[in-house]
C-alpha cells in the first residue's frame, strides 16, 4: 500500500510538471512550443504541411494575390534549400488572449534576419495571421 501513496503521488507531481511546463497551464509556454513544431517542420523540409499552420485569412490574402498557399509554400522551401536557411524563436513580444506576435530569426549564409510574425487563435491551435493587429504591413522591415 505505501509503494501505491508513493507512486501516486510521483505520478500527480509528474502531471503537475508536465502541465506547467506547456501542456496546460501556461499560455505563452503552449504557445511557443506550438511555434517551434512549425518551425521544426520547416527545418526537416515538411514545408508544404505548414498550409495547416495558416490561419484562413491568411490562406484568403495568398489567393487574392493569384497564389495557391501550397505554391508559395514551395517557392519558400526552394528558396530556403538553396540558401541553406535555418530558423529559430527568438522572442515573443506580445500574447493577448487570441493574438500574439514571435520574433523569428532567419540565419542563411551567415548571417540573421528577423522578423516579428503575427498569430491567431482558430479552432483551438495558434496560426500564422493576415495582418499586425496594430495596423502595420508585413513588407515593413521590423529589424
Known amino acids: 500500500m505505501r ?13 503537475w510538471i508536465w502541465m506547467a511546463s506547456g501542456c496546460g497551464l501556461d499560455p505563452r509556454a503552449r504557445f511557443e512550443g506550438e511555434v517551434r513544431g512549425m518551425i521544426a517542420e520547416a527545418q526537416r523540409g515538411k514545408y508544404l504541411e505548414l498550409e495547416g499552420a495558416m490561419s484562413a485569412g491568411l490562406k484568403g490574402r495568398i489567393q487574392s494575390e493569384g497564389w495557391e498557399p501550397k505554391a508559395a509554400l514551395a ?8 540558401e541553406g536557411a535555418m530558423y529559430q524563436l527568438r522572442d515573443v513580444p506580445k500574447l493577448e488572449g487570441s493574438y ?22 482558430e479552432d483551438g491551435k495558434w496560426r500564422v495571421a493576415a495582418a499586425y493587429r496594430d495596423g502595420r504591413s508585413w513588407e515593413g522591415e521590423d529589424f
Open 100 to 121: 500574439a506576435e514571435a520574433e523569428i530569426g532567419r540565419v542563411a549564409g551567415g548571417r540573421e534576419k528577423r522578423m516579428v510574425v503575427p498569430f491567431v487563435r
Open 3 to 15: 509503494f501505491l501513496k508513493v507512486s501516486l503521488r510521483f505520478f500527480c507531481v509528474g502531471c
Open 75 to 82: 517557392v519558400v522551401a526552394r528558396r530556403d534549400r538553396e
